[in-house]
């Protein structure tokens, strides 16, 4: 899995750099095929449940699992990208969120705050915590800086299925939930929003969007337990 994810970090960088202003999602969607193929790994997303593409592409308002289309990234707006990749029969899993171009004050906070709240979520990921350690420490910082946690989707455990148990919730009381023990891996990923956070299904039948339409933010990393504490296994 460090093998693995690894890779995907790789590929997510060189994505990262390709999203600007006048890109088609449907284009970071070839590149990331085309680099997921020529790595020789297999996408995790592609055929799950249905689902048509390897990259989620989820842009403003939209949280997790929008579909690549035609739609021509512009100035101003936030992506979403969201991939996974299997090798040697385990997956890792993560996700980005990128300005397109220039983006104003409150979306730079909402970007920042979110990174920052996927780091604090990762600092309880250690043995002898708790599940709810985790959902606890993202919370607190995340209204404490005037935003909110969506509480209908969720962080997961992943391994030899790209969702596996336990989920993951991004809010929670302290010393509840499973208690965190050595060799578990999990997918920790704050879906945070502007506005209210609630949410509706996207019109492409796969992703899911703010129901008030407002911005959202997502970023993931894939978490090993060991023996020092956590171990990000789809660092940059």
């Excluded at 809010?171 to 209210?196: N, Q, R, S």
Aim: aromatic share 8%; proline share 4%; hydrophobic share 35%.
């Amino acid at each position: 899995m460090r093998q693995g994810g690894k890779m995907l970090a790789d590929i997510m960088k060189k994505l990262k750099k390709e999203t600007k202003p006048g890109v088609t999602t449907n284009y970071l969607n070839k590149v990331a095929k085309d680099l997921v193929f020529s790595a020789r790994i297999n996408p995790s997303f592609l055929g799950f449940n249905g689902y048509p593409t390897v990259l989620c592409t989820s842009i403003n308002e939209e949280i997790v699992h929008a579909v690549p289309s035609k739609r021509i990234l512009k100035n101003g707006e936030i992506l979403s990208l969201d991939l996974g990749v299997k090798y040697k029969n385990y997956h890792t899993d993560m996700a980005i969120t990128i300005p397109v171009g220039k983006v104003d004050k409150k979306t730079k906070k909402l970007i920042k705050v979110t990174k920052k709240a996927l780091e604090l979520g990762i600092e309880q990921v250690k043995a002898g915590n708790y599940l709810g350690d985790i959902g606890y420490a993202i919370q607190e910082y995340v209204e404490k800086n005037g935003f909110n946690v969506v509480r209908e989707l969720v962080g997961h455990g992943v391994g030899k299925k790209v969702h596996e148990d336990p989920q993951i919730p991004n809010y929670g009381k302290k010393g509840t939930g499973i208690e965190l023990v050595e060799g578990m891996v999990l997918a920790i990923e704050p879906m945070i929003t502007i506005g209210d956070w609630r949410i509706k299904k996207c019109d492409d039948g796969f992703g899911y969007k703010t129901a008030d339409n407002n911005l959202s933010c997502h970023f993931e990393h894939t978490i090993a337990i060991t023996k020092k504490g956590p171990e990000i296994l789809t660092r940059f």
